[in-house]
């Protein structure tokens, strides 16, 4: 059932059964059942009272009839239902004592545990596991050892676990616990029952087991994969302890040969237990060939993912071993998954080499070519992938460049248009990056500009041809090559671009007066043959026209295709392009000659025909933008005057490039510093592990680690202040009941430690909080129920689920009653408005990452500025900040002087969610700052979210919002 009380039961039985109820359960109806000489009847009594009991009904009266009429049965259904009944029975009277009724479920019970049959026996054993009353487990011990020797190896696993259990919560009430499993392990020739008793004794005496895990360390690698699982996991508990030095050679000898065991499990643990007890070359190249034979191995993507992840750790001590296998940790490209191959080849990418470069490159190459394959699955993504990492290649090591460069040049036409224009940004680079490869770069370009289909790409290609044909030869084959795909010019012609002159002027208000094609119609008068006159329409040329036309438009080139579609940017782009080449032209061949004359004309033709094509409604099928036209006409101002601007033209956009990617470069370096460890001084101070608490020494056990994280007490401590800001008042002071939580987040869980005080001269019984969650918050359990005596307090745990990013709240009550009160009594608790911090982070994407998600999200939240701030690098400061994101624009700092800012932000939620913030603003004259925040994500809430937490907090003297 979805909603249950808070009964006794929840604090005590380990499982949950569904079950349906007709109605109220009729105690004399069930007393008839349980009477009845019919195993079947007692049966479905048995069944309505434990349903019954977990929908909350008191069914105390039947506990002595069920101890009469069925502990006696030996019917194995219902002692199996009468084990569950003990779990969910609350075992406690009213004074808090436990039943005398007891004493008789305990007889029952040692009888089952010398039952001839080993179901029972097991079965009863398994539930001792679970029972929490030492009363009543001390009068079972020495029917619980002597089931340790059974002939049955169900019966001996299932005693050893009962054992482990009891020494675990009362180990007054077996002190010998480890000597008699000691015992029973040397004889045991069972692998379940033997791993239990291993475990069992792990955790009992380490001592012991170690002795034992050495005397039977040449046998390891047979005993069975739960043994070998469980005897890793002690060694890398001990591998710190002084006396393990001693052994340690013979350990890692076994652990080498477990590294190449069939079961993956054991490989894994194997391969990490490797890295914790040695850090020698020989032992990590022996983990890593571990992992990635797990990586070829393994067909679960998730498994595939926490390998890339250990790699990756690994990265940062022992880089230099990983860069000699990286060709091993390519093996994982064949798998279909684009997330895997993604994050291989990122891990791929930072173990790059002189060594071994040329190698990742040849994979990289022929990964490409297989995309070429129609029958290849997810081929343009994977392809993106691919020509991203080829980029990086050639950006670190340029002797790659000359292979990679001519190879990815095949596909700038790629109908892709994201694949397309990796490829020609990464042309863009190399250019800039490697002169003497510009010109075989600038001549492959210009060899296959006419295959380019994205308006993007060619946009991109136009701006590398204005920038870089400095050589004759190249810059004569470009200017042709351009003029060759915009096509004949001019693009609308005299006699459609001047109506007025066909049609004697504009009508009344001032437009253009254009003849229809049914107007042009030419009459003309034709004798027949009778002598008669006739007249002929000219219908007929107008469809030839028309034919000549269409054909025309069928093998007219795609740029001239765009142009004519109305691109405006791509217009614009263009001409900046032509005037950049003709200004070089020009400067080559000195200025006022006949061929830097004719060249400047030809470019002026071309200018003013994309003018004219812009304004003109009927040819083109979108106007021309303001900014376009604006561009154009200064490109037009610069051809007539060529002279006075070829620096501004020729020079300083290329250093705002350059200067661009130098900045990038810096940022890259950046990123990657942050992932490497930082060097030790030799008079650094020495960090002791067992007395660090600010900081998680490289050498800490790796468990210890994750169990510390899991509980929130991880090494990177919070300080005082930001510990208060995570308390939570519930209640006033002047309450009966005082209840303050502390709240922590752990990516999927939040945890409350809620400390309730009584404040009364009397006890409180039955006191429980009563909690309830909006949003994508659940309750992970109920809250026990609590007597607390006056004036004493008590902590309460309470576990919270979160599956995303949507803004939640938590409240609830606390519920108790008092000795003299009958009613129950109810303090309010105050609300906890979850804050979407705590659930993303920064992160960095690209800037087509950035813009291909900006387009991709649905959800827009759009803020207008409000803010007292007075400098623009101020405000920006304080959203990165209020946000938690990164800023993704460089070099912010040169806004100051325009008086505009625009940057982008990008962060990343916990649950893979990523949010996207567009910063665009303005400072007048007098100081003020205005514009908009956009906004956008994939889900509302975190759109929502963000957009509420700026508001809220985007002016200097805001307070942070009440949570």
């Known amino acids: 059932p979805e909603q249950m009380p808070t009964t006794a039961l929840e604090r005590q039985c380990?499982?949950?059964?569904?079950?349906?109820?007709?109605?109220?359960?009729?105690?004399?109806?069930?007393?008839?059942?349980?009477e009845s000489k019919k195993d079947e009847d007692k049966i479905e009594a048995m069944k309505s009272i434990i349903t019954g009991i977990i929908h909350g009904e008191e069914l105390g009266r039947l506990l002595m009839p069920i101890i009469k009429f069925c502990t006696q049965s030996n019917n194995h259904t219902l002692k199996k239902l009468l084990l569950i009944y003990w779990e969910i029975l609350d075992m406690y009277g009213e004074d808090g004592k436990l039943r005398p009724e007891m004493i008789l479920v305990?007889?029952?019970?040692?009888?089952?545990?010398?039952?001839?049959?080993?179901?029972?026996?097991?079965?009863?054993?398994?539930?001792?596991?679970?029972?929490?009353e030492a009363d009543i487990l001390q009068s079972l011990i020495p029917s619980i050892t002597a089931n340790l020797e059974h002939r049955n190896a169900y019966v001996r696993k299932n005693a050893v676990l009962a054992v482990f259990h009891i020494f675990n919560k009362f180990p007054t009430l077996?002190?010998?616990?480890?000597?008699?499993?000691?015992?029973?392990?040397?004889?045991?020739?069972?692998?379940?029952?033997?791993?239990?008793?291993?475990?069992?004794?792990?955790?009992?005496?380490?001592?012991?087991?170690?002795?034992?895990?050495?005397?039977?360390?040449?046998?390891?690698?047979?005993?069975?994969?739960?043994?070998?699982?469980?005897?890793?996991?002690?060694?890398?508990?001990?591998?710190?302890?002084?006396?393990?030095?001693?052994?340690?050679?013979?350990?890692?000898?076994?652990?080498?040969?477990?590294?190449?065991?069939?079961?993956?499990?054991?490989?894994?643990?194997?391969?990490?237990?490797?890295?914790?007890?040695?850090?020698?070359p020989i032992a990590v190249r022996r983990a890593v060939t571990a992992y990635t034979r797990l990586l070829s191995a393994e067909s679960d993507s998730s498994v595939k993912l926490i390998i890339l992840g250990r790699l990756r750790q690994l990265r940062k001590r022992h880089g230099s071993v990983l860069s000699d296998m990286v060709m091993d940790v390519l093996r994982s490209l064949t798998t279909p998954n684009n997330d895997i191959r993604r994050k291989t080849l990122e891990l791929c990418m930072r173990l790059l080499s002189p060594r071994n470069v040329q190698n990742v490159v040849s994979v990289l190459k022929k990964e490409l070519m297989k995309t070429d394959s129609p029958s290849h699955e997810d081929s343009l993504e994977y392809r993106k992938?691919?020509?991203?990492?080829?980029?990086?290649?050639?950006?670190?090591?340029?002797?790659?460049?000359?292979?990679?460069v001519h190879l990815l040049m095949n596909y700038v036409g790629d109908e892709n248009t994201a694949g397309a224009k990796d490829v020609i940004l990464f042309v863009r680079h190399i250019v800039e990056e490697y002169p003497k490869l510009r010109v075989s770069i600038l001549n492959r370009l210009l060899e296959n500009f006419d295959e380019i289909r994205s308006s993007d790409v060619y946009r991109v290609a136009l701006w590398i041809l204005g920038e870089y044909a400095e050589e004759p030869a190249v810059l004569d084959v470009a200017l042709r090559t351009v003029r060759d795909l915009v096509g004949p010019l001019p693009f609308v012609p005299a006699a459609e671009a001047d109506p007025a002159d066909q049609d004697g002027g504009e009508d009344e208000k001032g437009d253009v007066k254009t003849e229809t094609k049914s107007s042009k119609r030419e009459q003309k008068s034709k004798v027949l043959a009778d002598g008669t006159y006739a007249s002929q329409s000219a219908a007929p040329a107008l469809e030839s026209e028309a034919k000549e036309e269409e054909d025309e438009s069928e093998s007219e080139t795609k740029l001239r295709a765009l142009l004519l579609s109305g691109d405006s940017f791509l217009a614009a782009c263009l001409a900046s392009s032509v005037t950049k080449m003709v200004l070089r032209f020009c400067k080559i061949r000195k200025h006022g000659t006949l061929a830097s004359n004719s060249q400047l004309a030809k470019g002026l033709l071309m200018l003013t025909s994309l003018l004219r094509l812009g304004e003109h409604q009927a040819k083109a099928k979108a106007k021309l933008d303001r900014d376009s036209r604006q561009r154009i006409l200064t490109c037009i101002h610069a051809l007539l005057h060529p002279e006075a601007v070829e620096e501004a033209f020729l020079a300083k956009c290329r250093e705002r490039f350059h200067g661009m990617l130098q900045t990038y470069k810096a940022i890259?370096?950046?990123?990657?510093?942050?992932?490497?460890?930082?060097?030790?001084?030799?008079?650094?101070?020495?960090?002791?592990?067992?007395?660090?608490?600010?900081?998680?020494?490289?050498?800490?056990?790796?468990?210890?680690?994750?169990?510390?994280?899991?509980?929130?007490?991880?090494?990177?401590?919070?300080?005082?202040?930001?510990?208060l800001s995570r308390v939570y008042q519930l209640t006033g002071f002047a309450d009966s009941v005082y209840a303050e939580a502390y709240l922590t987040v752990l990516d999927y869980d939040i945890l409350l430690d809620i400390l309730v005080v009584n404040q009364t001269d009397e006890a409180l019984q039955k006191l429980t909080v009563e909690l309830n969650t909006s949003g994508d918050l659940k309750l992970s359990d109920r809250v026990q129920e609590h007597t607390i005596a006056p004036h004493e307090s008590k902590t309460i745990n309470v576990s919270i689920k979160v599956s995303s990013t949507e803004s939640g709240v938590i409240f609830g009550n606390i519920v108790y009653s008092t000795a003299k009160g009958v009613d129950k009594k109810i303090v309010v608790l105050n609300s906890i408005h979850m804050d979407i911090m705590d659930y993303i982070h920064p992160a960095t994407c690209t800037d087509v990452e950035f813009r291909s998600m900006w387009a991709e999200f649905e959800?827009?939240?759009?803020?207008?500025?409000?803010?007292?701030?007075?400098?623009?690098?101020?405000?920006?400061?304080?959203?990165?900040?209020?946000?938690?994101?990164?800023?993704?624009?460089?070099?912010?700092?040169?806004?100051?002087?325009?008086?505009?800012?625009?940057?982008?932000?990008?962060?990343?939620s916990i649950f893979g969610e990523d949010a996207l913030l567009n910063l665009s603003v303005e400072q007048h004259k007098s100081g003020k700052i205005t514009g908009y925040v956009r906004i956008r994500s994939k889900t509302q809430g975190v759109a929502l979210s963000l957009g509420d937490k700026i508001t809220s907090n985007q002016r200097k003297d805001a307070k942070p919002a009440a949570k």
């Not at 097991?122 to 539930?127: C, H, K, N, Q």
């Not at 007395?691 to 005082?720: F, P």
């Open 859 to 908: 959800w827009e939240n759009k803020v207008s500025v409000n803010t007292d701030f007075t400098d623009l690098s101020e405000y920006l400061n304080h959203i990165v900040k209020i946000t938690n994101m990164k800023c993704l624009t460089p070099d912010v700092e040169q806004y100051r002087e325009c008086g505009f800012l625009a940057a982008n932000l990008y962060a990343c």
């Open 174 to 280: 077996i002190p010998d616990a480890a000597d008699l499993i000691e015992r029973i392990l040397s004889s045991e020739v069972d692998s379940a029952a033997r791993r239990n008793a291993f475990l069992m004794l792990f955790h009992a005496s380490e001592q012991k087991a170690m002795a034992y895990l050495y005397s039977n360390l040449d046998q390891l690698p047979s005993l069975g994969e739960s043994f070998q699982l469980v005897a890793l996991e002690l060694i890398r508990k001990v591998s710190r302890s002084p006396a393990f030095a001693a052994v340690k050679s013979r350990y890692l000898r076994c652990i080498y040969t477990l590294t190449e065991y069939p079961s993956n499990p054991v490989a894994y643990e194997a391969a990490n237990t490797l890295i914790s007890l040695s850090s020698a």
């Open 106 to 132: 305990c007889e029952g019970m040692k009888k089952n545990l010398v039952h001839p049959n080993e179901y029972v026996r097991g079965s009863t054993l398994r539930f001792l596991c679970k029972l929490r």
């Open 385 to 404: 992938i691919l020509v991203d990492s080829l980029h990086r290649c050639a950006v670190k090591f340029p002797e790659v460049v000359p292979a990679v």
């Open 668 to 723: 890259d370096n950046a990123d990657e510093g942050e992932d490497l460890d930082d060097h030790k001084e030799v008079d650094d101070v020495i960090a002791i592990r067992q007395l660090s608490a600010e900081k998680e020494l490289h050498d800490v056990n790796a468990d210890e680690a994750g169990v510390k994280k899991a509980v929130g007490a991880d090494a990177n401590t919070l300080d005082i202040n930001s510990k």
């Open 14 to 34: 380990t499982l949950l059964l569904p079950g349906e109820t007709s109605g109220p359960v009729k105690v004399e109806d069930l007393m008839k059942q349980l």
